[in-house]
């Protein structure tokens, strides 16, 4: 498995420990309903923001992990990015526009029909997860299968 | 019209003195994955790439890539 391969796969992973973690969380708290009333959309906020910054966080961390494991493997640890890299990220950041501009539709269409705003902000949210792990499966396949432009 | 690009890197590399992926990457600027993947004929490099490839070894595009319709 190459260098890139391994990076985003450990992405791909990475994302989903630290949705599972943050979403057991947040369906806690809506249940519970911390995310209602006056200050429910404020209290939300501040959760989604924790949870951007927790998954920065764990990304950099893990991509610290893998570039020194890949490192006293002695494998390729290549951190510029040529052509191909740039063709894969945007074939990539395509289909997560994709995932994300259906999400977010589809929060809309859940407002029409009445559903709340916090339905909405996690409609939106689900949409840059998913799409953030479309991406990585993306790049994965990419870079394993090989394509044409 | 689909075709099959193919080319003949690894053994223009051999003639090269067993140039490594490694010293062909660092010459044209993309890693050695990319040279991996494209003497796999898993890419098709850009039509620069190509040339500079070539340029690397000295010889004309045609003898480093070749291109045959299905």
Known sequence: ?149 | MAGTLTNTIRRLRFDAGEMTQKELADRVGVSRQTIVAIEAAKYAPSLELAFQIAHAFGRPIGEVFQWSPK
């Open chain 1, 1 to 149: 498995m190459s260098f890139q391969e391994g990076k985003y796969l450990t992405s791909f992973v990475t994302i989903l420990v630290v949705t599972i973690a943050y979403a057991r969380r947040a369906l806690a708290r809506w249940e519970a309903g911390d995310f209602d009333g006056d200050h429910g959309l404020a209290a939300l906020g501040a959760s989604v923001l924790w949870f951007i910054g927790a998954l920065i966080l764990a990304g950099i961390a893990t991509q610290i992990v893998l570039s020194i494991l890949s490192g006293i493997a002695g494998g390729d640890v290549e951190y510029g990015e040529d052509e191909r890299d740039r063709l894969i990220e945007q074939r990539a950041m395509n289909a997560a526009f994709i995932v994300l501009s259906v999400a977010f539709v589809g929060a809309m269409i859940g407002l029409v029909l009445g559903q709340g705003a916090v339905h909405a902000v996690f409609t939106i949210l689900s949409g840059f997860i998913l799409g953030g792990l479309v991406a990585d499966v993306w790049r994965f396949v990419l870079y394993r299968r090989g394509f044409r432009i």
